[in-house]
């Protein structure tokens, strides 16, 4: 199995900053793509960017330009770096990794913005 632990979730106020962590219990290197969902209540779980092992990235349209995803293989952690957080942000933060033809998922820390 592959235990996903995030941080850095909390209250941030709208165009502050937010650094999410996804602390993973195996190594990462051979995981090819590692990416960050989030799940507002009533909705479905979105996606909102992925790393590949070799860097490149991709992003949803609504973060692009103000996130920055990336990834540490030597420290086995995957990181999301959010700014200039609007009200239309705040969502449980989830990060996904596949292992072994599974897909596993973080715990999901709450992100809230307020005004």
């Known amino acids: 199995q592959l235990q996903l632990v995030e941080s850095g979730g909390g209250l941030v106020q709208a165009g502050a900053s937010l650094r999410l962590s996804c602390a993973a219990s195996k190594s990462i290197g051979a995981i090819r793509g590692m990416g960050w969902y989030r799940q507002t209540p009533g909705h479905q779980r979105e996606w909102v960017a992925t790393?590949?092992?070799?860097?490149?990235?991709n992003y949803r349209d609504f973060v692009k330009d103000r996130s920055h995803i990336d990834r540490d293989n030597a420290k086995d952690t995957l990181f999301l770096q959010m700014n200039n957080l609007t009200p239309a942000d705040p969502a449980v933060y989830y990060c996904?990794?596949?292992?072994?033809?599974?897909?596993?998922w973080g715990q999901g820390p709450q992100v809230t913005v307020g005004s």
């Open positions: 996904k990794g596949p292992y072994r033809d599974r897909d596993y």
């Open positions: 790393v590949v092992s070799g860097g490149a990235t």
